[in-house]
């Protein structure tokens, strides 16, 4: 049973860092891209940054590019989305999921590319 948990949201002001950390057990952790989403109040879940099995590979959404970093460590099982100059319009509940295939990494990718997803960990942002 694959199981993926967040970690690291919280309350921070407008250009504050955090760090979202996703441990992942029940798969071979190594063989599978990373992504994560994340899902404003009212507002479609959307594809914040991914990162492919080996880590060499990333995608970044526009609104972030600059100012997140996603990296992971196949020896912890976990995958990492470091967040710096954060904005109101960052808040939202972030998620990380799996890839639903190994050995693929598609830049962009939709959350039907995705089979395992967190529970979600909330970040807000205030002004």
């Known amino acids: 049973q694959v199981q993926l948990v967040e970690s690291g949201g919280g309350l921070v002001q407008a250009g504050g860092s955090l760090k979202l950390s996703c441990a992942a057990s029940g798969r071979t952790f190594s063989m599978y891209a990373m992504g994560w989403f994340r899902q404003a109040p009212g507002k479609e879940r959307e594809s914040v940054a991914a990162?492919?099995?080996?880590?060499?590979?990333?995608y970044y959404a526009g609104s972030v590019k600059g100012r997140f970093t996603i990296s992971r460590d196949n020896a912890k099982n976990t995958v990492y989305l470091q967040m710096n100059s954060l904005k109101p319009e960052d808040t939202a509940v972030y998620y990380c999921?799996?890839?639903?295939?190994?050995?693929?990494?598609?830049?962009?990718?939709?959350?039907?590319?995705?089979?395992?997803w967190g529970q979600g960990t909330r970040v807000t942002v205030s002004s």
């Open positions: 990162i492919s099995w080996s880590g060499i590979s990333t």
């Open positions: 999921a799996s890839y639903v295939t190994r050995w693929t990494f598609k830049s962009p990718a939709s959350t039907s590319d995705y089979d395992y």
